[in-house]
Nanobody, 129 residues
Framework: QGQLVESGGGLVQAGDSLKLSCRAS?????????????VGWFRRSPGKDREFVAV????????DYADSVKGRFTISRDNTKNMVYLQMSSLNSEDTAVYFC?????????????????WGQGTQVTVSS
């Protein structure tokens, strides 16, 4: 059974940078390699619904971002290692949330959380002002 595991969260100060990692292990759903899944990052802040942050497809050549993180966050992936990353910079208190990576078997970018099939457990990011 495939599994997604996030890491890299922590407590940082406003203006700092942080890099999250998502590792896919045991990935062999219906014979499809992890590289054929789109992978997204989502986050959930206290009292809020899970929201889209970023998504990437295939070799990471095509990505999309929420307006709130454009220019500050970068999503990337290394299919040889089954890893997806989220580089975050210029963090502010509104970025405080639990961050999740999720995967969906698709060839198109999707930003709706409910459309993603596989989810990690999340990693906490706290930005102090």
């Amino acid at each position: 059974q495939g599994q997604l595991v996030e890491s890299g969260g922590g407590l940082v100060q406003a203006g700092d940078s942080l890099k999250l990692s998502c590792r896919a292990s045991g990935w062999n759903f219906s014979g499809r390699a992890f590289s054929t899944y789109i992978v997204g990052w989502f986050r959930r802040s206290p009292g809020k619904d899970r929201e889209f942050v970023a998504v990437t497809i295939w070799l990471g050549e095509n990505s999309d971002y929420a307006d709130s993180v454009k220019g500050r966050f970068t999503i990337s992936r290394d299919n040889t290692k089954n890893m997806v990353y989220l580089q975050m910079s210029s963090l502010n208190s509104e970025d405080t949330a639990v961050y999740f990576c999720a995967a969906r078997a698709d060839v198109n970018l999707v930003a709706t959380p409910s459309a993603f099939t596989y989810w990690g457990q999340g990693t906490q990011v706290t930005v102090s002002s």
